[in-house]
């Protein structure tokens, strides 16, 4: 059988690394190490992927959860204190949202009382378990997801709730029934009840979604090996779901669209991580957060110098704050711009974080003779609406309103801006061809907006006014109504967008250029 590792601290680290583990329980091993709040967790290596998996994988995951059992005092499908788990996908190299997640797994009608009995919080537990359901439909057993989003929409209207964080215990219990009634339609079978069939089919899928066409479109964009294949990280939940001083949220140590020494981060209250990084709310609490959990907020600019301490570059990582304990679920290697590249490493170098050597090494790859910010030249019009910055610059292009027209008008030779309301990670192809990218949900660190920073795509999230009409091939933002092929403007530097085509002016980052070329004729072995 495959080795097993416990990730908590004083666990040896794997020895083949992230090769081995994947990045992401990696660098959770290095974290549980430092000392950092990692909830107790076992990885299942990348040696796994690929290869046929029988009695062995349920030998394994038994394993595992002992360990959890035995670190958290928590037992898997308890009647008592249930342990309840996510499984996690990580290859070796970092591949934001192009495989799958499954969380809250363990839940079923004996452990969703345990929970209550345990927690006293009936929404808690009832919420986690329609999140299951909803998962495990959509990643495990392969089924839509408008059926159940049609129920939660439905739910919400009958309770004339707003938002999903709205729906009070009753509302919640009676979705998950609906929920499961569904799912049993569907399928033809029950939803399966037993926490250890769950876990294996749950890590089934995460193995399976390597091979899924985002991830194979996202390796090959980014080349990638088809063969290294994905870990599965099984972890104690932790519940930003649980009331008025818990919530889930993705930091970054530094800006990374500019590169400046900053906190950049999303946040919502009483909420789980997919709700921040899956691109389909709006984020609404980012001010809120320093207000209502003050001593969680020191921890966060405490935790972006430990990362960047300890691993020496910027960071992007993802926590859950339970009833105002901080928890780290995990940390990657932000994905940045070119120019906040630059400048993110010219700072590290000044702060002593980086030497010349190691910050040329880290701009390795990057052409920087092709760096430069763009903006628009004056006059612009009035703006139409404002939105959130997730990359900067400036972009003029088509209106697209999916991948589909994306490739139509990059065939033609026409640039265009991809329209969404909520781009996933799925649209993948469309984002790469697009000039610039508007979403009318999400935040600056979902899923899609981390995967279009890292393609240098001009980003604007989260705008209010925008409205899309698929049936019309229309969208309006504000009173202004754009057809499919209309001119529209973005800038990733205000978040303002504007109609029409708008003249581009080009800025380059002179002294920061300059002081690479020092450290180049201080070390020309590390010039390119």
């Not at 004339?160 to 569904?182: F, I, Q, S, V, Y």
């Not at 969404?420 to 990670?425: L, Y």
């Not at 209010?464 to 049936?471: G, K, N, S, T, V």
Request: include cysteine.
């Amino acid at each position: 059988m495959a080795e097993l590792y416990a990730i908590a601290p004083g666990a040896p680290p794997a020895p083949g690394g992230a090769a081995e583990v994947g990045n992401k329980a990696w660098n959770l091993m290095l974290m549980a190490q430092a000392g950092l709040p990692v909830p107790p967790a076992f990885v299942l290596p990348t040696s796994w992927c690929g290869r046929t998996r029988d009695e062995t994988l349920h030998q394994a995951l038994a394993a595992g959860i002992a360990g959890l059992e035995a670190a958290t005092g928590l037992q898997f499908g308890g009647a008592r204190k249930p342990l309840l788990v996510s499984v996690r996908s990580g290859g070796a190299v970092s591949m934001p949202g192009m495989m799958e997640t499954v969380l809250d797994v363990g839940m079923n009608i004996t452990t969703v009382e345990a929970l209550i009995r345990a927690t006293g919080n009936p929404r808690l537990a009832w919420d986690s378990f329609r999140r299951f359901v909803q998962g495990y439909a959509e990643v495990v057993a392969g089924l839509p997801t408008a059926p159940f989003d049609t129920l939660v929409a439905s739910a919400m209207q009958e309770s004339e709730a707003a938002t999903e964080r709205e729906l009070d215990h009753r509302d919640l219990k009676n979705l998950t029934l609906a929920m499961l009634g569904c799912y049993r339609t569907l399928i033809g079978s029950t939803f399966p009840s037993d926490p250890h069939e769950q876990l294996a089919a749950a890590a089934q899928a995460v193995f399976r979604s390597w091979d899924s066409p985002k991830a194979a479109s996202y390796r090959q964009l980014n080349n990638i090996s088809d063969d290294a294949g994905t870990a599965v990280t099984v972890q104690t939940m932790v519940y930003g779901n649980a009331g008025g001083t818990s919530g889930a949220g993705v930091g970054f140590t530094r800006n990374p669209a500019t590169g400046a020494r900053e906190f950049y981060f999303d946040f919502q209250f009483n909420a789980q991580g997919e709700d921040v990084v899956a691109g389909r709310h709006k984020m609404r609490d980012n001010e809120r957060l320093p207000l209502v959990l003050p001593q969680a907020w020191e921890q966060l600019q405490n935790t972006c110098r430990t990362l960047e301490a300890l691993f020496h570059d910027a960071q992007d990582f993802e926590f859950t704050v339970q009833a105002g304990t901080l928890f780290l679920l995990q940390t990657r290697r932000a994905k940045r711009t070119d120019w906040a590249a630059l400048a993110i490493a010219a700072d590290m170098v000044a702060e002593g974080l980086l030497t010349p050597q190691a910050a040329l090494r880290h701009l390795d790859g990057i052409n920087l003779d092709a760096i430069s910010r763009t903006s628009f030249a004056p006059p612009v019009p009035d703006a139409l609406a404002q939105a959130q910055v997730a990359s900067i610059g400036v972009a003029s292009g088509a209106v697209a309103l999916d991948s589909a027209a994306v490739q139509r008008f990059s065939a033609a030779g026409d640039a265009a801006i991809l329209v969404r309301w909520e781009t996933v990670t799925a649209d993948i192809d469309g984002m790469a061809l697009a000039t610039g990218i508007l979403t009318g949900s999400g935040g600056r660190t979902s899923h899609a907006a981390v995967v279009a920073r890292h393609m240098g795509k001009v980003c604007l999230v989260g705008c209010p006014e925008l409205a899309i009409d698929l049936d019309q091939r229309e969208c309006s933002i504000g009173s202004h109504v754009f057809r499919e092929g209309d001119s529209l403007s973005l800038d990733g530097n205000t978040g303002a967008v504007y109609p029409g085509s708008l003249t581009l002016v080009t800025e380059r980052p002179a002294s920061t250029l300059a002081a690479v070329e020092t450290w180049r004729q201080a070390a020309p072995e590390c010039a390119r």
